[in-house]
Nanobody
Framework: QVQLVEAGGGYVQPGGSLRLSCAAS????????MGWYRQAPGKQRVFVAG???????TYVDSVTGRFTVSRDNAKNTVYLEMNNLKAEDTAVYYC????????????WGQGTQVTVSS
């Protein structure tokens, strides 16, 4: 099992920045995939950015160049640096962990609200 705790959400004006963190209850070095999803009001939860296997991170097109996902294996923490935030980035952001490439088990954090508004 993996427990995930997000932090760092908040209220920011357009063009501002926020940094989200996701602390895992165990070593993330052996977790196959970790990443960030978001869910806007009335919409489905969608992928934002993350790591799969040992390859470079991937991003949804709408955040490429503005968001950066990173990981600190020593701290068992994944981060999402969000710059030049836009109103359409407003959502609840969830951390996700999928330990096995062949399994279907996913673990989710409780979510953290990000609101971008003037």
């Amino acid at each position: 099992q993996v427990q995930l705790v997000e932090a760092g959400g908040g209220y920011v004006q357009p063009g501002g920045s926020l940094r989200l963190s996701c602390a895992a209850s165990r070593s993330i070095a052996s977790i196959f995939a970790m990443g960030w999803y978001r869910q806007a009001p009335g919409k489905q939860r969608v992928f934002v950015a993350g790591f799969t296997g040992g390859v470079a991170p991937t991003y949804v097109d709408s955040v490429t160049g503005r968001f950066t996902v990173s990981r600190d294996n020593a701290k068992n923490t994944v981060y999402l640096e969000m710059n030049n935030l836009k109103a359409e980035d407003t959502a609840v952001y969830y951390c996700n962990a999928r330990p096995s490439p062949t399994g279907t088990t996913n673990y989710w954090g409780q979510g953290t609200q990000v609101t971008v508004s003037s």
